[in-house]
């Protein structure tokens, strides 16, 4: 069964320091979802990609966090200066042709400690 | 902005007791109805999904869900629970026809089953 690769699985970094996320969507899948999951509290989107746009970025906090698809394939996720709420596992997820392909299929996360 | 309301942050039952898990949402239009379930140390899996037809639907291990639509609700149900469901719920929604489709998630159940 296809997967959704994300990596490093954990990372631990230094409130200040500069933090990179790293996703490979399922291949042919257009649509790249990065969530934000607190613990004790349900996933939150912070950007929609459709190919290498960016559709929705509303709740990305923009002043440190960006992300990028360059080639509408693999995407990165980076937040720079990392804080310490910014601990929290970063989902992404890919689907075909958006929700209506039947949900989205979730990578294993990368789960990110700010000390 | 659609939301949604998962009531039941933590459940306990003992093995063979019947489920039930709350979730409403908050969206007067056509919506698409997810569940989600997250095994401890594990990825986002698809329990079952809604989009149109016959509002009882039934999906992997026995889990189903009725869509009321007057009620706003998606409730999850399973007849008789084994340890190996422990794990957390997330009930997610995707309002239809307000641009590019994305789930909205619940706050989360987190189920323990006890043998």
């Known amino acids: 069964e296809a997967e959704v690769a994300q990596s490093p699985r954990y990372k631990i970094t230094e409130k200040s320091q500069a933090v990179a996320f790293w996703c490979d969507p399922i291949?042919?899948?257009?649509?790249l979802y990065w969530y934000r999951q607190i613990l004790g509290q349900g996933p939150e989107l912070l950007v929609q990609?459709?190919?290498?746009?960016?559709?929705?970025d509303s709740q990305l906090p923009k002043d440190r966090f960006s992300a990028e698809r360059l080639k509408g394939v693999d995407s990165t996720l980076k937040i720079q200066p990392a804080e310490l709420g910014d601990s929290a596992m970063y989902l992404c997820?890919?689907?075909?042709?958006?929700?209506?392909?039947?949900?989205?299929?979730f990578g294993s996360g990368t789960r990110l400690t700010v000390v | 902005a659609q939301s949604v309301s998962q009531h039941n942050h933590h459940v306990i039952l003992s093995e063979a007791a019947s489920l039930e898990l709350g979730c409403n949402y908050s969206?007067?239009?056509?919506?698409?109805l997810f569940w989600y379930v997250q095994y401890p140390g594990q990825h986002l899996q698809l329990l079952l999904k809604?989009?149109?037809?016959?509002?009882l639907v039934k999906g992997i291990k026995g889990f189903e869900a009725e869509f009321i639509k007057s009620k706003f609700s998606f409730n999850l149900r399973k007849p008789s629970v084994q340890w190996s469901d422990t794990a957390e719920y997330f009930c997610?929604?995707?309002?239809?026809?307000?641009?590019?489709?994305?789930?909205?998630f619940g706050t989360g159940t987190r189920l323990l089953v006890s043998p």
């Open positions: 809604y989009f149109s037809g016959d509002p």
């Open positions: 969206y007067g239009g056509t919506v698409n």
């Open positions: 291949s042919g899948h257009a649509t």
């Open positions: 990609f459709q190919d290498e746009s960016v559709v929705d």
């Open positions: 997820a890919s689907s075909l042709t958006g929700v209506h392909g039947g949900g989205y299929t």
């Open positions: 997610a929604v995707n309002a239809l026809n307000t641009g590019f489709q994305k789930l909205v």
